[in-house]
């Protein structure tokens, strides 16, 4: 447990460097504050979609479990970030398109996050994972397209948010922290049509409607690049 600990935090760490590194500065501070901000109220209040909200503890416990588990996904959210940016930077026609960059980052959210699980399913307490009567990463094996899911929708809501802020044309605009909500809906969803269809119709539609965007109002991605101001 103290190993996977370490290097979630030593995963953080390398993260924040290397974005201090290759994008501003406040780009970096403003994505690892929200995120971060994001992340742990989500852990803390609610704490799901990760095996650590499995664990019975004691309040200290669980407070420096949602803190990891918070760390865990800035790491989730910067690897797939910086694994799409990579893949289609070369690509004039997608590279600027900030809702294809959505959707781009999105995908290796859910993979990274699925592969987060299984370090935790086989690091974290064995005993919990043992009761299904098989090793954690054939149980996780079962079930990817949840863990994907989780982590694909959680990277679609948080960075539809962060770039329509930080990385769009809004930026600048002072109505722009209405975006801020964005990542809240599913927690609106849930609490008013429940986690069973009405999540189900409110995940796909934001999906059908960034879809629809990055075809038809392909909003320009205008930060995180050297030639870009």
């Known amino acids: ?79 797939g970030w910086f694994i799409a940016e990579n893949i289609i930077k070369k690509s004039v026609a997608f590279r600027d398109n900030l809702f294809f960059r959505i959707i781009s980052v999105s995908l290796f959210g859910g993979i990274i996050l699925f592969i987060f699980e299984t370090m935790a399913g086989m690091f974290i307490d064995w005993s919990y994972w043992a009761k299904y009567r098989m090793p954690p990463i054939f149980f996780l094996a079962g079930r990817p397209t949840y863990i994907f899911n989780s982590g694909f929708y959680a990277s679609l809501y948080f960075f539809l948010s962060f770039f329509l802020i930080n990385c769009s044309k809004y930026k600048d605009r002072s109505w722009k922290v209405v975006f801020f909500v964005i990542p809240f809906l599913p927690d609106f969803v849930v609490q008013f049509f429940g986690a069973g269809q009405g999540r189900f119709m409110e995940r796909l539609l934001i999906l059908l409607i960034i879809i629809i965007l990055s075809i038809i109002n392909p909003l320009r991605f205008i930060c995180g690049r050297p030639d870009v101001k």
């Open 1 to 79: 447990m103290v190993i996977f600990f370490i290097f979630i935090f030593l995963s953080f760490v390398a993260s924040v460097i290397h974005s201090s590194k290759t994008k501003p500065l406040g780009l970096t501070i403003n994505f690892t504050l929200f995120s971060f901000l994001w992340a742990f109220n989500q852990e803390s209040a609610i704490r799901r979609s990760s095996v650590l909200s499995n664990l019975p503890l004691p309040q200290l416990e669980s407070f420096i479990y949602a803190l990891f588990s918070s760390l865990g996904w800035v790491v989730v959210f910067y690897s």
